[in-house]
């Protein structure tokens, strides 16, 4: 039996380019990607960010803004991370979230990770990321990649302790892309 291709696409939530942020769901995507048969679709808000900030309801976004919101919602797998900025996800970040469909995700399977300034941020990844997927019911998977600033060089990850957490993060969410899940009856929202 032949598995359909797999759609990830990969959100950061970074406002900068270079950004170590986008480099890190870059990696977790390939990592994915290598192990099945995977395309992969990057935003980055950084392009899409100007593009939210003036709108309200999604029926004002423009086109470029549709275009992401309609990618995330369409994905089979998602890999999200944002920098963390005052102890939490950009805010731009959830503002493109709250324009995604809260039934869209369901059951979505969804790739967390995070980078910040130091290790004292790592925990964004509980405490932020998860309940704001889990609001969406969308599938967490169990190991959420964190990086410093200091494990990255020439916009790359380097350190190797983050490369085997990438790794094993990519492991574990295997088995979550080859079930398909029972269907959600409306009544459950």
């Known amino acids: 039996m032949t598995h359909p291709t797999l759609r990830i696409v990969a959100v950061s939530g970074s406002v900068h380019r270079p950004s170590s942020t986008t480099a890190l769901v870059a990696a977790l995507a390939d990592a994915v990607a290598r192990r099945t048969d995977a395309t992969i679709e990057l ?66 399977p969804v790739l967390l990770a995070a980078t910040g300034g130091s290790h004292r941020h790592a925990l964004t990844i509980e405490h932020q990321l998860r309940p704001l997927f889990a609001f969406f019911q969308a599938l967490t998977l169990p190991v959420g990649v964190y990086a410093a600033s200091e494990e990255f060089e020439h916009g790359r990850v380097r350190c190797a302790a983050v490369l085997d957490r990438i790794e094993a993060a990519a492991d574990r969410a295997l088995p979550y892309l080859r079930a398909v899940p029972a269907p959600v009856r409306p009544a459950a929202f």
């Open 43 to 108: 935003v980055e808000l950084v392009d899409v960010g100007p593009h939210l900030g003036g709108a309200l309801r999604r029926e004002s976004l423009p086109a470029e803004a549709e275009r992401a919101i309609s990618a995330i919602e369409e994905a089979d797998l998602l890999v999200v991370g944002s920098p963390v900025y005052r102890a939490s996800f950009t805010g731009l970040f959830k503002h493109l979230f709250d324009f995604v469909d809260q039934r869209a995700l369901v059951d979505v």
